[in-house]
C-alpha cells in the first residue's frame, strides 16, 4: 500500500477486556516497529520485527502485552486484560532494512486506544 | 544510555516570523542518527531529516533548515518565514547506527503555533 495502515482508528474498552491492534506495513518493508504515545511519558519504543522475529522486545511494558507479525507483512499487538493505564495511542512503523544502512522509519495514524 | 531533550515545550508565532526548535542529545555512541518527525493534528508523524553522526554540514530543505553540532551536541531546526500549515508537534529523536536496526528514542515535541 501507500502507507502504514493501522486499524481500529479508535478503540474504546472496559477494563479487563483483551485488544488486538492490526498494522499494515508499507509493501516491501521488512522491518516493523511499535510505539506507544501516552501523555505521561511520551513516546516510547515496544518492540522491533525484522521479517517474523522479534529480535528487541524490550519495551513491551509487562507480559500482559504480546505482538506477533506473520508473513512477514501484517503485525498484531495484543493487550490482554486492559488497565486504564494503558490508554494511548499506539504507533507503527515499517522501513527497508539493508544491512548496516538504517532507513527511515514511516508511520501509521496511530490506533487511539481508551480504557474506561 | 541515550536521551534527548527538547526544552521548549510549545512556542507561538505569527506568520512569517523564522522560528527555532532545540533539540539537544545524548549519547556514549561514537556513531549514531539524528531524526526531526512532524506530526500535525491528524496525528501521523512525518519524517522530515535523518542525520548521521558523521556528517556535520548544516542541511536545508525549502523553507526548512537544519543546525547539527557536535561539539554541544544539539541538531536544531529552523523554519523560515513560517506557515499556518506549519502549526504541528515536532519531535527530535536519536537511534544507534551500529545495530542494524532503528529503535528511536523521541524527545518531548514542541507543539508549534502559527497564527494568520
Known amino acids: 500500500g501507500a502507507g502504514v495502515s493501522q486499524s481500529p482508528s479508535n478503540k474504546v474498552t472496559e477494563k479487563g477486556k483483551d485488544v488486538e491492534l492490526r498494522c499494515d506495513p508499507i509493501?516491501?518493508?521488512?522491518?516493523l516497529y511499535w510505539y506507544r504515545q501516552s501523555l505521561g511519558q511520551g513516546l516510547e519504543f515496544l518492540i522491533y520485527?525484522?521479517?517474523?522475529?522479534?529480535?528487541?522486545k524490550s519495551g513491551l511494558p509487562s507480559d500482559r502485552f504480546s505482538a506477533e507479525r506473520t508473513g512477514g507483512s501484517v503485525s498484531t499487538l495484543t493487550i490482554q486484560r486492559t488497565q486504564q493505564e494503558d490508554s494511548a495511542v499506539y504507533l507503527c512503523?515499517?522501513?527497508?532494512?539493508?544491512?548496516?544502512?538504517?532507513?527511515?522509519?514511516?508511520f501509521g495514524d496511530g490506533t487511539r486506544l481508551s480504557i474506561l | 544510555a541515550q536521551k534527548v531533550t527538547q526544552a521548549q515545550t510549545e512556542i507561538s508565532v505569527v506568520e512569517k516570523e523564522d522560528v527555532t526548535l532545540d533539540c539537544v542529545y545524548e549519547?556514549?555512541?561514537?556513531?549514531?542518527?539524528l531524526f526531526w518527525y512532524k506530526q500535525p493534528p491528524s496525528g501521523e508523524l512525518v519524517f522530515l531529516i535523518r542525520?548521521?553522526?558523521?556528517?556535520?554540514q548544516n542541511e536545508i530543505s525549502g523553507r526548512y533548515s537544519w543546525n547539527f553540532q557536535k561539539s554541544t551536541s544539539s541538531f536544531n531546526f529552523t523554519i523560515t518565514a513560517s506557515q499556518v500549515v506549519d502549526s504541528a508537534v515536532y519531535f527530535c529523536?536519536?537511534?544507534?547506527?551500529?545495530?542494524?536496526?532503528?529503535?528511536?528514542?523521541f524527545g518531548t515535541g514542541t507543539r508549534l503555533l502559527v497564527s494568520p
Open positions: 512503523a515499517s522501513s527497508l532494512y539493508s544491512g548496516n544502512s538504517n532507513q527511515p522509519q514511516h
Open positions: 509493501s516491501g518493508h521488512t522491518a
Open positions: 520485527f525484522q521479517g517474523n522475529s522479534a529480535p528487541d
Open positions: 549519547t556514549r555512541d561514537t556513531t549514531y542518527y
Open positions: 542525520r548521521n553522526s558523521f556528517d556535520e
Open positions: 529523536a536519536l537511534s544507534h547506527m551500529n545495530t542494524g536496526f532503528q529503535k528511536l528514542v
